[in-house]
Nanobody, 122 residues
């Protein structure tokens, strides 16, 4: 069983930054992909970014490339999402997820965290 715990969401003004973290436990994560999705009120859950645990290869939603950066610390089993230049439309619950392969589909992950709220005020 995999446990994913997200941290460090919060309220920030437009233009500000946040760094989310996702601590993973419960199994070996080699050969898996860990990523972030987000869901705004009334909208479907959407892909944000993901990273391969072994390869470090990163994938981003095209609209977020350049503002968001995903990284990992294998020793801590932790994945981070650095978010810069935040906009009100980035307001959402951000979820950490683990999947066996890369996909932008919210149907692909096998495990999900509980989510952390990010609110960007204008």
């Amino acid at each position: 069983q995999v446990q994913l715990v997200e941290s460090w969401g919060g309220l920030v003004q437009a233009g500000g930054s946040l760094r989310l973290s996702c601590a993973a436990s419960g199994r070996t994560f080699s050969n898996l992909v860990t990523g972030w999705f987000r869901q705004a009120p009334g909208k479907e859950r959407e892909f944000v970014a993901s990273i391969g645990w072994n390869s470090g290869t990163t994938y981003y939603a095209d609209s977020l490339k350049g503002r968001f950066t995903i990284s990992r610390d294998n020793a801590k089993n932790t994945v981070y999402l650095q978010m810069n230049g935040l906009k009100p439309e980035d307001t959402a619950v951000y979820y950490c997820a683990v999947a066996r392969y890369f996909s932008r589909s919210a149907n692909s992950p096998d495990y999900w965290g509980q989510g952390t709220q990010v609110t960007v005020s204008s």
